[in-house]
């Protein structure tokens, strides 16, 4: 047989943002665990494009690092004995303390069937809701924002309405970096209709901004102000339409009344947001006249102490203007996992009951008792992320399973969420990864299967249940999650009631649930997807992407919510919230002088435990890093290359320093990514203060006040290596996965013994090793490469101040079996042969192109725009997703 006769061509989703790009993968079962992946042509998410961290998914399904089998105790087990053990543990703590003593800790990341099981076991049968999610921390303040407002967490819009307006405003989005596909969609309308205005709003120049016609460098946190400012400037400007407020709405006037007493005009609310006042009138101006508006919002409005009341400022707007459930207009929060949606329609929240209901409404939580066959359901909300995790550091609860989540590392004063699993008697933790920072804490290690592997939906952010499909047979012993919780949920007496043979079992009774007693008296609710009820094996194979609503009466599902400007209020209009914006909790002070802002970076997912695996992906962005502005890295002593010590009141870390005037002055920004697995102190979430918003619990990640100092190392060194060292002792120490090669960054403030004889020890038994040196005491510098029988093995650089050589050329000698004679000449000296240039820092993952010969090409060929860089370079031709950043190259027009 060839190799072509065993290819497949198998259609599946993206695991990493809500976008929820379609993939083609092809797999070819002679080959074992290989994929090539494209985007789908044909799903109308992507239409065929996918950016640069979904086009690297085939690097990351490796074995390597996977968690093969489950472990108790760090003993390798069967999974009788694994599963009996979580079973036993649970039923003993629940005998001795009751439900409440038990928690369940998930996620975004789940596949709604996954994520389906785990809240019917434990809401309705262990009975407690003790059960919260990471979407917690993602976007709990959007779904109280839309429950408020619509009587329902209902997402009105749909992709196509962002090419359908003529206003988009961006706010506490990086839309370029986090959610790349959309954000192609709307360059790409933007060329098409040149009338299109963007408006970003963010206190960071983004590369989100490239694509602006107006930045508002907003103070962090004044989002609030700046929305109810928009709202009297629209009453005051004859700008509301009054008819579909009479229509449809209620409780105008005390909304109204509120944005005015807070923000009665243009100079107050520019003065407070940080913004001139021409500035925030452009806005406002064309906020008034534009019809066709969508508003979206992500992090930078959610993770806030006021989270729920910006986004009740924002969906304000909309209703005063009528635009929503029109094509091209409505308040779209843009979530940000994969699952985000499908997590709030099985009730993931520990607010929420299955199928958009309540827990806090009796009749709800009848129906859904009804529906389980349960008696044991749980009758009050549980505890929210933050207070769960205090919780098990007070020691009242005393077991907690964690499900594809890594709180050690995202919760905010994450040292606190680490103790507290040390302290805690039973930390059960199901992950595809073997060392995470949450793993290495477990008790119990259950090995989940995981994308590629597993099977069933998930929901993107324009409501569209995509199907994920399995291209390899799980790894090692590895199961799904559904499978793995309805194996302890039938061991703790509940077989009638887990007795699930497949993900499609599950979707079924997933969407019967749905329609189950919807639309009694007249009061619907917005998640029904009962035409699945009774979908066939064989039709949920094939089912194809499709927005919910989707029922009998509307089987291909729903664009657009609220078309009707019918609510789910029992008024069956939408609600108006009065907002009395707040500044963040804590607020700078001379010993934490900045805000610390924290997010995303364009070529990693979260906690990195698969992006990570990619050398591509690690190019872009190697080490974790702090931007300031240029007059504060003035204040405080520190240059470019340097490294800093970061402090708050909850804990501190040491980043790179990048001095940049897209910082404003007084606040940092730090990336999330970082865990203890890639670097010695570079955990952000260490420090983000653990201030919750009231309504939605969800922390607000983005203004901690810290400090930042100069770390002065006594030596620098960067390391190249074929294969993991241990070098665990060094102070900073940051590992940067390569094609070849590991990267290490290290520094120390105590001396190391000798870098001789350390590298001597690396030698070994090998044969013929060759180590060559140069060495300046007084300067601090030492170099040094090691050579096994022609091949280069290790290269290390020691310096007494940063920077270090830059490491591009010699990265590439690891690819090589043998380096030649003038290789090895200029080796310690890190200049490449004559010929072989250095291209710098990876910009384009997908052709591989550098800075330095982007910013060569510009100089030697006058290039004029970024479709002349493609054409030159091919840059940018790929996924796109460095566009933004290729504009950046080129002179200012
Ligand atoms: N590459 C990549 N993409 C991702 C992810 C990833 O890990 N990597 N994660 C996914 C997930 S789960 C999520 S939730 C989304 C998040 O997507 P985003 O919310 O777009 O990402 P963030 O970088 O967290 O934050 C967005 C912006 O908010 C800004 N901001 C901070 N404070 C304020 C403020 O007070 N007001 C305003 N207006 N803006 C502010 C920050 O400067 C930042 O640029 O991304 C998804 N996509
Ligand atoms: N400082 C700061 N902190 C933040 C944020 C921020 O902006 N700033 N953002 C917050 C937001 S929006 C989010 S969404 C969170 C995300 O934070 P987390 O969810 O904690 O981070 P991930 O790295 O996505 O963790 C997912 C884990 O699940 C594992 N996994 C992947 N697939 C599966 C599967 O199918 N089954 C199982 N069992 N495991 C699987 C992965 O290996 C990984 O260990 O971080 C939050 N924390
Ligand atoms: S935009 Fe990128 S990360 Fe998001 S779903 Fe599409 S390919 Fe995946
Ligand atoms: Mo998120």
């Not at 769960?388 to 606190?416: M, Q, R």
């Not at 619907?524 to 989707?550: G, K, N």
């Not at 094609?739 to 013994?753: G, S």
């Amino acid at each position: 047989m060839t190799a072509a006769m065993n290819e497949k061509t198998i259609k599946t989703t993206c695991p990493y943002c809500g976008v929820g790009c379609g993939i083609v993968a092809t797999v070819d079962d002679a080959i074992g665990h290989q994929v090539t992946i494209q985007g789908d042509p044909d799903h109308p998410s992507n239409f065929g494009k996918l950016c640069s961290k979904g086009s690297a998914l085939g690097d990351t399904v490796s074995t390597e690092n996977r968690l093969l089998h489950p472990e108790v105790h760090c003993i390798p087990c069967d999974w009788n004995t694994a599963l009996d053990t979580v079973a036993d543990g649970l039923t003993s703590v629940i005998r001795q303390y009751g439900p409440d003593a038990i928690a369940f800790y998930v996620s975004g990341q789940l596949l709604t069937e996954d994520y389906y099981v785990v809240n019917k076991f434990m809401k309705g049968f262990i009975g407690s809701a003790n059960i919260d999610t990471n979407s917690r921390l993602c976007m709990s303040s959007a779904v109280t924002g839309y429950k408020r407002a619509f009587g329902a967490d209902a997402v009105p819009c749909s992709y196509e309405d962002l090419e359908a307006a003529e206003l988009i405003v961006l706010t506490g989005s990086n839309t370029a970096w986090c959610h790349p596909i959309v954000f192609q969609r709307i360059r790409k309308a933007k060329e098409n209709n040149p009338a299109l205005k963007i408006v970003v709003i963010d206190p960071r120049r983004t590369a989100t901004c490239d694509s602006a016609d107006l930045h508002l460098t907003i103070k962090p946190g004044m989002d609030g102000l700046l929305f109810n400012g928009l709202l009297t400037y629209l009453a005051q400007t004859d700008a509301l339409d009054n008819d579909y407020i009479a229509a449809h709405t209620q409780d105008f006037e005390w909304a109204l009344q509120s944005a005015r007493n807070t923000a009665g005009n243009i100079e107050i609310v520019a003065q407070d947001c940080g913004l001139s006042s021409a500035d925030v009138e452009k806005f406002y101006g064309w906020y008034a006249k534009t019809a066709k508006t969508v508003t979206v919002y992500s992090q930078g409005v959610n993770q806030s102490s006021s989270g729920s009341d910006k986004c009740n400022a924002i969906i304000n707007c909309h209703l005063a203007t009528g635009r929503i459930g029109k094509p091209g207009m409505g308040p779209f929060s843009f979530t940000g996992q994969p699952n985000a949606m499908g997590g709030r329609e099985v009730g993931g929240l520990a607010n929420t009951l299955a199928a958009h209901m309540e827990l806090d409404n009796p009749e709800h939580i009848d129906r859904v008792a009804r529906f389980w066959q349960t008696d044991r359901i749980a009758t009050r909300p549980g505890l929210k992320a933050v207070e769960l995790f205090d919780a098990i550091d007070a020691g009242t609860i005393k077991a907690v399973w964690i499900i594809a989540t890594n709180p050690v590392v995202t919760l905010p004063d994450a040292d606190k969420v680490k103790n507290a699993l040390k302290r805690c008697n039973l930390v059960i933790v199901s992950d595809c990864i073997k060392n995470t920072d949450t793993v290495d804490l477990a008790h119990i290690r259950l090995p989940a299967a995981g994308w590629s592997e597993k099977a069933g939906t998930v929901t993107n952010m324009e409501r569209r249940i995509s199907r994920q499909r399995p291209l390899f047979p799980f790894s090692g012993l590895a199961k799904p999650d559904w499978w793995i919780i309805s194996q302890v949920a039938a061991r703790m007496g509940f077989k009638h009631a887990f007795d699930y043979r497949s993900s499609a079992d599950i979707f079924r009774e997933h969407a019967a649930l749905s329609g189950f007693e919807n639309n009694l008296e007249g009061q619907p609710r917005d998640f029904d997807i009962s035409a699945f009820a009774d979908l066939t094996e064989d039709a949920y194979d094939r089912l194809q992407p499709v927005q919910w609503p989707v029922t009998k009466k509307n089987p291909n599902g729903t664009e657009r919510l609220f078309t009707d400007g019918k609510f789910y209020t029992a008024s069956r209009k939408a609600r108006f919230i009065a907002i009395r914006p707040r500044a963040p909790v804590n607020k700078p002070d001379p010993n934490y002088p900045f805000t610390l802002n924290t997010g995303r970076l364009r070529d990693q997912w979260h906690t990195m435990t698969r992006t990570g695996l990619s050398a591509k992906l690690n190019a872009h962005k190697p080490e974790p890093f702090v931007e300031i502005h240029p007059l504060d890295a003035a204040r405080y002593h520190l240059q470019t290359h340097d490294l800093a010590t970061i402090s708050s009141l909850w804990g501190n870390m040491i980043a790179r320093v990048v001095i940049t005037e897209n910082q404003q002055p007084g606040s940092l920004f730090v990336p999330m990514h970082w865990t203890a697995q890639f670097s010695s102190r570079g955990r952000v979430g260490a420090l983000v203060n653990p201030v919750i918003d009231p309504h939605s619990g969800q922390p607000e990640s983005k203004q901690t006040p810290a400090a930042i100092t100069p770390y002065r190392a006594l030596w620098y060194a960067m390391l190249l290596t074929r294969s993991p060292l241990m070098l665990d002792d060094i102070e900073y120490r940051v590992t940067v996965k390569g094609n070849d090669f590991i990267r290490y960054e290290l520094a120390d403030r105590t001396p190391f013994p000798s870098w001789r004889d350390w590298l001597k020890s690396l030698s070994g038994e090998s044969n013929n090793p060759h180590c060559l040196e140069y060495s300046d005491p007084e300067r601090g510098v030492y170099r040094s490469a090691l050579i096994i029988d022609g091949r280069l093995e290790v290269c290390l650089f020691v310096s007494s101040t940063p920077p270090l050589p830059e490491t591009g050329w010699l990265e590439t000698l690891f690819a090589q079996p043998q380096i030649n004679k003038e290789e090895r000449l200029r080796l310690l000296s890190a200049l490449p042969p004559e010929g072989q240039e250095d291209c710098g820092r990876l910009v384009c993952s997908c052709f591989n192109v550098g800075e330095k010969s982007i910013a060569k090409a510009i100089r030697e060929f006058n290039l004029a725009n970024v479709e002349q860089i493609g054409q030159q370079l091919s840059a940018g031709k790929g996924c796109g997703s460095c566009l933004p950043e290729l504009k950046r190259f080129l002179p200012r027009q």
